[in-house]
């Protein structure tokens, strides 16, 4: 069985994590990975109170007994959410790791140590992994441009990005951005990572709280079935290719600004007409570039023991097999 270095600071049986999901990292999905023996975020901000994420705490602890955790993804807004009020929600819970992303996490992390809640950072460049580490996370999960949802400004691939961050980087890292399978894990280890995040495959599993539909989907689409939207406003984002999507871009690329798209991309939209109704034309969602490495629906349990076991195989046989 592969355990790294991930697996002792965290917590959990194996390196393979289930990234923080707007709208998805709910319960369900959460506590399969976490009895799978991996490490699942449920998503703060998918709960519409501090108090809500509470109750969808307990309701995680009740589907199991292995450590997950919460994501509290951090953003610049006019009117932002009680940032501090879910971070003590999380401490005052009892939850074991936090995953933070988005913005700086510095003025969050007296909060979280305090509390004895290991912190793991989520980025998109080395920079940003280096001042995380400064700042002294626990961990870091380093972002590629292969990845859905936000994969920053700089196009750096994982396999560039993840041996350039394992060079500056000496706590834990997972490699996030284009993994699904046992041969990601392991390419994911040579090039210098401890594990690997998943959040598309994992959208594509029978526990995940979004309709049929959208996983059937995810095993039709090949690797070109994604649309970078955002670009010209500066903020990336990685989502299913689809009517909305592919309009978006158009209006965006024709010198339209964020008020022409505004209604296309709302967030509401894309939860209750797809994640929830199925409709996979009815609004943007997130999808990666691993979608041409989705070819089924299984289980969480299956997936995770499939990875692993696949991966143990590759590198005792097929690896060990070319050296002399």
């Known amino acids: 069985m592969v355990?790294?270095?991930?697996?002792?600071?965290?917590?959990?049986?194996?390196?393979?994590?289930?990234?923080?999901m707007q709208w998805v990292g709910r319960a369900e999905l959460v506590a399969a990975v976490a009895n799978a023996g991996a490490l699942g975020f449920l998503t703060a901000l998918t709960q519409p109170t501090p108090e809500d994420l509470a109750k969808e705490i307990a309701r995680c602890r009740e589907m199991t007994d292995k450590p997950f955790g919460v994501n509290l993804t951090i953003l610049p807004s006019i009117n932002p959410p009680p940032y501090a009020e879910y971070r003590d929600v999380i401490v005052e819970s009892g939850v074991p790791v936090v995953e933070t992303a988005g913005f700086n996490p510095a003025e969050h992390l007296p909060t979280f140590q305090g509390g004895g809640v290991k912190v793991l950072h989520k980025c998109t460049s080395v920079r940003h992994a280096v001042k995380a580490q400064e700042l002294g996370v626990d961990g870091i999960s380093i972002d590629g441009f292969e990845c859905a949802g936000h994969p920053g400004e700089d196009d750096i691939p994982g396999l560039v990005l993840i041996p350039a961050a394992a060079e500056r980087i000496d706590i834990p890292m997972i490699a996030s951005g284009g993994?699904?399978?046992?041969?990601?894990?392991?390419?994911?280890?040579?090039?210098?990572a401890d594990?690997?995040?998943?959040?598309?495959?994992?959208?594509?599993?029978?526990?995940a709280p979004v309709h049929?539909?959208?996983?059937?989907?995810?095993?039709e689409a090949t690797e070109r079935d994604t649309e970078l939207i955002f670009r010209p406003l500066r903020n990336t984002?990685?989502?299913a290719s689809n009517t909305v999507s592919r309009e978006v871009v158009s209006i965006l690329d024709g010198g339209?600004?964020?008020?022409?798209?505004?209604?296309?991309?709302?967030?509401?939209?894309?939860?209750?007409?797809?994640?929830?109704?199925?409709?996979?034309?009815?609004?943007?969602?997130?999808?990666?570039?691993?979608?041409?490495l989705?070819?089924?629906?299984?289980?969480?349990?299956?997936?995770?023991?499939?990875?692993?076991?696949?991966?143990?195989?590759?590198?005792?046989?097929r690896l060990a097999g070319l050296v002399n």
Do not use: Y
């Open 256 to 292: 339209g600004g964020f008020e022409d798209v505004r209604d296309l991309v709302a967030g509401n939209r894309g939860r209750t007409k797809v994640l929830e109704e199925g409709d996979i034309d009815g609004g943007i969602w997130s999808a990666g570039m691993v979608q041409g």
């Open 3 to 20: 355990r790294t270095r991930f697996c002792d600071v965290f917590g959990v049986e194996h390196p393979i994590v289930q990234g923080g």
């Open 195 to 207: 594990g690997i995040n998943m959040g598309t495959r994992f959208v594509a599993t029978q526990e």
């Open 212 to 219: 049929e539909n959208v996983k059937r989907r995810m095993v």
């Open 179 to 192: 993994f699904g399978d046992a041969r990601g894990l392991v390419a994911a280890l040579a090039l210098g």
């Open 237 to 239: 984002a990685r989502v």
């Open 294 to 317: 989705i070819h089924d629906v299984p289980t969480v349990a299956e997936l995770v023991r499939r990875i692993a076991d696949e991966a143990d195989e590759l590198i005792r046989a």
